[in-house]
């Protein structure tokens, strides 16, 4: 009875504090996934995802093999073209995933949160769209996060700041806003931060910009344009009016000069 009990507690314990490692480990379906997203491209041309690793270097480029795992994927410079498959979770031993320099379009999967032995995740000049999965903060050994060059939005999220082996971190040149979360802010430069309109705070130098004054701006700015656009109306209208007047004495004095000339 006890030994059960105990068995019961384990099991409660193992399925509640370890949920994320529950995902079955497999890189052909991730393998087949991730590329099937792409278009077809001539870089990738012929290649079969099944058994990636029975070698000791994998057949599928930039994959790189270890204990009959895929534990690198270098796919830069390779004009991939789509979205990255949420399946790329099921490269459970994934620690370096490379796909900088491609045109891949879409949103970065939450799914990544399965890949909890990622270290290194460029997916720089790209075209992400969407928001930056605060998820991540669950790779607890990622070491770079390199998305600059992309049109994320959205806010940089504040649970990033956990990840205590973080030395590398650049999302400069896309579209996010808001606050920079002061635990990411502390401990990277300016330069991971550039090029994002409405992103704000340290280290960056300027300050959220003030609602108030830039609607004072744009009042100022109507008013000024309606005043002109009617000083303008108005000339017209005068201007207008005195061709016509004009136009009008000459054309009676025409008629004047004529009932003065004498017939013939
Ligand atoms: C592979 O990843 C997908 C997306 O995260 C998930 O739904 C699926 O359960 C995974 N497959 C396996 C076999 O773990
Ligand atoms: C990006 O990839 C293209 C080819 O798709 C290549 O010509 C270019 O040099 C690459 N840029 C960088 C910075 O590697
Ligand atoms: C990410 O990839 C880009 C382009 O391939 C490269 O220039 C950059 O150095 C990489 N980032 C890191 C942190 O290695
Ligand atoms: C920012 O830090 C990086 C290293 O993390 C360094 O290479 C770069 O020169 C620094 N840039 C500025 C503007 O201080």
Redesign the pocket.
Known sequence: MRTLTLLLILTLTYTTILPQTSQHPNDESCLTHLFQSFKPNTNLKSTTFSNPCSDFTSNIPGATCNNGRIYKLSL??LNLVGPISPFISNCTNLQSL?L??NTITGTIPVDFKYLVNLAVL?L??NHINGNIPPELANCNYLN?I?LHGNVLSGNIPFQLGSLVRLN?F?VSYNKLSGVIPESVGRKFNVSSFVGNKGLYGYPLSSTRKSAGSLSVVAIVCVGLGSGLLSLVFSFSVVCVWLRLSDAKRENEQQGKARELMPDY
């Open positions: 830069q410079n490379d900088s320099n460029n720089s000049s770079v390199d590398v650049d």
